[in-house]
């Protein structure tokens, strides 16, 4: 119903005020470029809102979060998908150029740490898990399990998942040279299900509901409470992402140039919307907790 | 002028072959060359960088991907010699071996069924060797070795054998083909039996031959990306255990160079990468040509 309304809305506004005949050109463009990340999700929005309002074009470009951000500073682009905040000297740059930035917090991207259902391990903390991956945790004795060596399973390097767990959990220490690569998180969660010495990582859902897996909880210092990305039934732990005591998890941010108006306010509330928040959900991020409208920061 | 105008198009097709080779040497290097441009050469060996209690340490990594990006060559270069040389050293035995049974001891009928299933097996898309690789033998082999890593550049280099014996098995047999009988019936005449036939004067005859045939496998082996990329871990580390997980510089273009900006530097890297594969298969191939002529020439073919 909403979604008619809009479009109504749109069309008259576009008869109104473009000559006859040149309407169907005339539809708005929106522009958005930045994370690599986010290049699936801005697309899947893009693909099904353009789906509901065909009068509006949406173009989606990667190049990564520093590359969207420069884009919005620099006035090439309407909407930077970013999976970091913004800076402060970012900010402070657009500021120069007469651009606000606007915040918007899209979706969360959690990711869980899992190990073969016949480790004994069922915790670590973060540290630890940094230092499993970084090559000076060698063995499972180290971090109480039974004395074998850890084979660690991790991704490509071009993947948004490899960078996020360089930089959030090794904290930018490189990765172990003998971390074997995976091609996906689909392929890591085959590989620690057939070893019973291997850890892996990636998104919660891929994960749940493997009998041969064991998805850790977390502790993100070494006194606070350890911390499942998933609930007893297996399924992602949404609340322990909302409140951030699940400590390996990123907002994935949309920015705008000044405060939307008029198309791209459109499209923000529907990507916030129950709509927008369903596709994050279908590709495996974690939806934000509130689904109203407008969110910003 | 019919005739004429044949010559001309053969020619031509003849010379697109090396003016395609040149360029994309060409291609290759403009590219790879690029990389020094920002990244000091000795990078490619290796780095410096402060560890936890901030002692400088050398580092030979290939991790193009974080803050301080490391593009050592050297893991890539062991991952594919680990795969590459212990998959000619196989398929050489199980190669050379079929080449001398249809040259030398397979009667005509069994030949003519032989040599065509064996040709057969270089027609098996290597993605679905990588996959059977990747499936079952690895399995098998880390039960029947006990290895720490299931999927390792043995298992890789079993794979690409596969693909290498029938090029290793055919060539053997035109080389072994290729020694004029005369020779043979002297050795026979001078009461030589079969075995020693083969072993003191064809073989030696066709040496040459032989030796093109094997180099020519490992440029191949050296070349595979599918398997690789499938069955060999990808884990870039620099060790000399053909059990462990290696990273091949066919894997690494294969899975990196799709994704990343192109001009960039581990764009450019990537193809400094492919540069020094494509040298290394050139020079293994030269030195086969070079093997063959010789045997043409001491055979005074």
């Known amino acids: ?114 190990v073969n259902s016949a480790n004994p391990v069922n915790e670590l903390t973060m540290a630890q898990v940094g230092k499993i991956y970084s090559g000076y945790i060698n063995d499972w004795k180290q971090v109480g399990g039974t004395g074998k060596r850890i084979l660690r399973y991790s991704r490509e390097s071009n993947s948004g998942t490899y960078v996020f767990f360089k930089e959030h959990v090794l904290l930018n220490r490189d990765f172990a040279a003998d971390c074997q690569t995976m091609p996906g998180t689909s ?42 990305p998933t609930d007893k039934d297996g399924r992602p732990n949404y609340e322990a992402v909302w409140s951030g005591s699940y400590p390996i998890a990123r907002y994935l941010y949309v920015y705008s140039a000044g405060q939307p108006r008029e198309a791209v306010k459109t499209y923000l509330d529907w990507i916030l919307g129950p709509e927008g928040q369903a596709i994050v959900e279908k590709i495996d991020y974690i939806p934000v907790k509130s689904t109203g409208a407008g969110t910003s920061r | 002028m019919g005739e004429q105008f044949v010559e001309l198009i053969l020619k ?29 050469a000795s990078h490619f060996i290796q780095t410096t960088e402060m560890d936890f209690d901030n002692t400088p340490q050398t580092v030979r990594m290939w ?45 005509k009928r069994t030949r003519e069924v032989v040599k065509p299933a064996i040709e057969l097996v270089a027609g098996i898309p290597s993605v679905v060797i990588g996959f059977f690789c990747l499936a079952v033998l690895a399995s098998l082999v880390q039960t029947a070795f006990q290895t720490t890593f299931r999927l390792n550049a043995v298992v890789g280099a079993i794979g690409v054998a596969f693909v290498i014996i029938p090029v290793i098995a055919t060539m053997t047999d035109d080389a072994l083909r290729a020694v004029p009988t005369h020779l043979r019936e002297g050795a026979h005449a001078l009461g030589a039996n079969r075995w020693e036939t083969i072993v003191r ?48 510089m066919t894997a690494t273009i294969a899975a990196e160079l799709g994704a990343v900006p192109q001009g960039g530097e581990q764009y450019r890297a990537l193809f400094l990468v492919g540069s020094l594969l494509f040298s290394l298969t050139f020079l293994i191939n030269l030195f086969a040509e070079i093997a063959v002529a010789r045997m043409r020439k001491r055979l005074a073919l």
């Open chain 2, 201 to 248: 004067v064809v073989l030696p005859a066709g040496a040459s031959g032989v030796t093109a045939s094997i180099l020519l496998g490992m440029g191949r082996a050296l070349g595979e990306t599918m398997i690789a990329l499938m069955a060999t871990g990808n884990a870039a580390q620099i060790t000399a255990n053909p059990f462990a997980s290696v990273r091949t």
């Open chain 2, 63 to 107: 991790q193009p991907v974080g803050t301080n990006p490391k593009y050592s060559l050297l893991p890539l270069f062991c991952g594919s010699m680990l795969v590459a040389l212990p998959a000619t050293l196989l398929a050489t035995l199980f190669g050379v071996a079929s080449g001398i049974y249809l040259a030398e001891v397979a009667g």
């Open chain 2, 12 to 40: 031509l097709n003849g010379f697109v072959a090396i003016a395609a080779i040149g360029l994309i040497f060409v291609f290759l290097f403009k590219e790879g060359v690029q990389a020094f441009r920002t990244i000091p």
């Open chain 1, 187 to 228: 392929a890591v969660a085959e590989a620690v299900a057939k070893d019973p010495n291997g850890i892996g990582y990636g998104g919660v859902a891929y994960f749940s509901g493997n009998p041969q897996l064991k998805v850790l909880k977390i502790r993100k210092e070494a006194k606070t409470e350890a911390v499942s």
């Open chain 1, 1 to 114: 119903m909403k979604g008619t309304a809009i479009r109504l809305g749109a069309l008259t506004l576009l008869l109104g005020i473009t000559p006859p005949g040149s309407w169907v050109l005339a539809g708005d463009t929106i522009t958005v470029k930045g994370s690599d990340t986010m290049v699936i999700l801005g697309q899947r929005w893009a693909e099904e809102y353009m789906k509901q309002h065909a009068d509006v074009t949406i173009q989606v470009t990667g190049g990564g979060s520093g590359t969207g951000i420069a884009a919005l500073i620099n006035g090439t682009t309407q909407l930077a998908n970013s999976s970091r905040p913004i800076k402060e000297e970012e900010r402070a740059a657009a500021k120069k150029n007469g651009i606000e930035v606007v915040e918007f917090k899209t979706a969360l991207d959690g990711l869980a740490v899992v």
